[in-house]
């Protein structure tokens, strides 16, 4: 069974910078395609950036393009979310999650998740 636990999150100014790290126990990460996830209240839970097992391909939501990272080390069990130029919208909790497959896109595909971490972006 694999773990997840978020950390990172807090408040930051808007144009500030922030970096959520996501850290795997119990299998190894390269395993597993990975996510971030976000959701704020009242809204759906949104996949926010995907990264493959390898590490190799990306994707990101419309929102964040440009703006946000999701890089991996392996060797280290830890997938990372860099966020830049972070605005109020951004604002939710944001979770990590683990698929047992090479690429995972869709919410349902990810069956591992971590419990979460504030973000919150002041205007």
Do not use: H
């Amino acid at each position: 069974q694999v773990q997840l636990v978020e950390s990172g999150g807090g408040l930051v100014q808007t144009g500030g910078s922030l970096r959520v790290s996501c850290a795997v126990s119990g299998r190894t990460s390269s395993n597993y395609a990975m996510g971030w996830f976000r959701q704020a209240p009242g809204q759906e839970r949104e996949l926010v950036a995907a990264i493959s097992r390898g590490g190799t391909s990306t994707t990101y939501a419309d929102s964040v393009k440009g703006r946000f990272t999701i890089p991996r080390d392996n060797a280290q069990n830890t997938m990372y979310l860099q966020m830049n130029t972070l605005k109020p919208e951004d604002t939710a909790v944001y979770c990590c999650a683990a698929a047992s497959r090479a690429y995972a896109s869709r919410l349902s595909d990810y069956a591992y998740w971590g419990q979460g971490t504030q973000v919150t972006v002041s205007s």
